[in-house]
């Protein structure tokens, strides 16, 4: 019999995969905001399994490598898009583009891409329910490049201190840009070290998204009663750093081994032992695509935001705002010629 999760489960990675896909469709077709994209795939797992697990009030942050993350949560695919398009629909109408999106209605607290840069905030995030008596958590996704930052110590040692309802997810992809792992680490026991603040520690493989499911709701649990914890959870990155990067710091071999830890391979291989068909996932697969192209001609179809709106959700609504460094050589310029002044 057919499991309804396993399915479900199936259906996330899958459209959190094919999301990415497109987002480096948009780049070759010059269509993103910027020429840094940072693609998650092989990452599918540790976004939809902890996504899965999390209630509605809760909130978190992530990584510059956080499109699927969001997208997991409930993320509009075509807002997304629109977003690293730089478009005015995008849920920051353009201006965060890639690797600053943010959203209060879903919990997300913003993406970051600074290494580390968005894990105090769900200290602050935590702290704020706790002295509201709110039921809710707030989780730092990040990479293990963050793991040797302080900022992630600091933030660690006060959850753990003043006893938040606070989750640390490491999602551990191997490499640190083109540095691997053991070559930026004396020690790769990274649980170890949340467990040395006094965090509750856990390591989980990113092959089984029902696995991380079934974690991720155990220990949220926990940090939702006072315990602050620390989930690291093992993947591959499939690709490069960045869309461009060829990753030559890797060899053939070792991609090829990494890229056979696929958690939707996985979850495809426990549903057909259930009994579903190829037929049947070539149906949910042009399902998928589907919605993801529509995404896609949404964003490079929906219009450019306005000169004028750059200074729109920046300043206070009542202030005036300031004029551009254009605009005043404009007025300038055309005040001379007013007064007849050449020189």
């Not at 510059?64 to 997208?71: A, M, P, T, V, Y």
């Not at 959203?103 to 968005?118: E, P, W």
């Not at 315990?227 to 690291?232: I, N």
């Amino acid at each position: 019999m057919i499991s309804e999760q396993s399915r479900h489960l199936y259906m996330q990675l899958l459209r959190v995969r094919t999301f990415e896909d497109r987002v480096g469709e948009l780049f070759l077709q010059g269509g993103s905001a910027g020429t840094m994209l940072h693609l998650s795939i092989g990452e599918e797992a540790p976004a939809v399994g902890v996504a899965e697990a999390m209630q509605p009030k809760d909130s978190f942050t992530t990584h510059h490598r956080g499109h699927g993350i969001f997208l997991a949560r409930g993320a509009d695919p075509k807002r997304m898009l629109a977003e690293i398009a730089g478009k005015e629909a995008g849920y920051c109408r353009g201006k965060g583009g890639s690797m600053h999106i943010a959203d209060r209605q879903l919990g997300h607290l913003g993406a970051n891409a600074i290494v580390g840069g968005g894990i105090p905030h769900v200290v602050g995030a935590g702290l704020s329910y706790q002295l509201l008596k709110v039921s809710a958590v707030s989780i730092a996704f990040f990479g293990d490049g963050a793991m040797q930052q302080g900022n992630l110590y600091e933030s660690m040692n006060l959850a753990a201190l003043w006893k938040l309802p606070v989750l640390f997810v490491c999602i551990n992809n191997q490499y640190g840009m083109g540095t691997r792992l053991d070559q930026a680490s004396a020690s790769l026991e990274f649980v170890k070290r949340a467990e040395s603040f006094g965090l509750v520690g856990k390591e989980v493989s990113g092959l089984d998204v029902e696995e991380v499911k079934e974690e991720a709701i155990e220990i949220l649990e926990m940090a939702r009663e006072g315990k602050p914890a620390f989930m690291k959870i093992d993947c591959y990155r499939f690709h490069g750093h960045a869309r461009k990067d060829k990753s030559p710091y890797r060899d053939q071999n070792e991609e090829e081994e990494g890229r056979k830890k696929d958690p939707i391979k996985f979850q495809a291989d426990r549903l057909m032992e259930q009994g579903v068909s190829i037929s049947e996932m070539d149906i949910w697969h042009k399902e998928v695509a589907d919605e993801m192209d529509e995404a896609l001609n949404f964003a490079l179809e929906t219009q450019e935001p306005t000169l004028n709106s750059m200074f729109e959700d920046v300043y206070a609504p009542n202030l005036t705002h300031p004029e551009s460094v254009g605009s005043r050589i404009d007025r300038a310029l055309y005040s001379e010629i007013l007064e007849g002044d050449y020189r």
